[in-house]
């Protein structure tokens, strides 16, 4: 979950943050998508959706809780 590699608390993660979890450190280039160095909780959503992770549905919970 996103909380559990948030490992600083910022509310992104940065790439090293991302590299714990393989499928998002291995798109961080795409997931990142303001190109900040940084993924929030919807653009990580939205990359594990397109990367079909995670179904529709959960990804729109996740972005429903932090109104992205």
């Given at each position: 979950a996103f909380a559990d590699l948030d490992r600083n608390g910022r509310g992104v993660l940065g790439e090293a943050e991302a590299a714990a979890y393989p499928p998002l450190a291995n798109d961080f280039i795409h997931a990142d998508l303001n190109r900040d160095g940084r993924i929030s909780r919807g653009?990580?959503?939205?990359?594990?959706?397109?990367e079909g992770l995670v179904s529709m549905a959960f990804a729109s919970t996740i972005c429903a809780s932090i109104q992205c």
């Open positions: 653009a990580m959503a939205a990359t594990m959706l397109v």
